[in-house]
């Protein structure tokens, strides 16, 4: 049996409870910029997402086009993978700051490579004046042997996509980006489809 005295409890009860919402309040103010810091942080990861997002996608359905090789009317396969790419990011990418990059490789390993060269100075990166195999013959260094274009049946393509994001807020661009902005990348490799083959046609060995 438990005997309580009644008010025992009770006791100075007001006094504390005043007390209590008086340190709440001033918790609130030191906590309030935080948690209003972190929701920014929260809503500015959370767009940097989505957009990344979108232009994963945005590219996989370019390239989805570009392997089938097909002309669109009035225009070029280059501008219809563009137009792609702009109508999939559903306006959040500014195509005029963006950087698209279409370019056809030998082999899915040459995908970014770039032509061979001596080192002579050791410091990792291509100078003027040290010796390189120009494979293309264009009598110029070459940091990337892709050639632009969509390719042609067969072709190995690689999709490539570039964009400053702008930062929503003021507050996250020192801590995440750079001038205020924040790089996203994004980039597929795809072979083309032997589209130059007529349908119908029996396969190779069938
Ligand atoms: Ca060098
Ligand atoms: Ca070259």
Do not use: C
Not at 171 to 180: F, H, K, N, R, T
């Amino acid at each position: 049996m438990v005997l309580r005295r009644p008010g025992f409890l009770s006791f100075g009860r007001p006094a504390l409870v005043e007390n209590q919402r008086g340190s709440s309040l001033v918790e609130f103010a030191f906590a309030a910029p935080l948690v209003v810091l972190m929701l920014i942080a929260i809503i500015e990861f959370g767009m940097i997402m989505f957009v990344s997002t979108l232009m994963e996608s945005a590219l996989r359905d370019a390239a989805r086009f570009g392997i089938t090789g097909q002309e669109p009317e009035g225009g070029t396969r280059l501008e219809q993978i563009i137009a792609i790419v702009e109508d999939r990011t559903i306006g959040l990418v500014d195509m005029a700051d963006a950087k698209v990059e279409v370019r056809v490789y030998p082999t899915f390993g040459d995908v970014g490579r770039g032509e061979a060269f001596v080192d002579g100075n050791g410091n990792g990166a291509y100078d003027p004046g040290e010796t390189f195999t120009d494979e293309n013959g264009n009598g110029a260094h070459d940091a990337d042997v892709g050639e632009a274009g969509a390719g042609e049946a067969g072709s190995i393509v690689a999709y490539r996509m570039e964009y400053a994001w702008p930062l929503r807020t003021p507050l996250a661009g020192p801590l995440i980006g750079e001038d205020g902005k924040f790089v996203l990348k994004s980039a597929i490799a795809v072979r083309n489809e032997p589209y130059d083959q007529a349908i119908g046609a029996p396969a190779p060995g069938g």
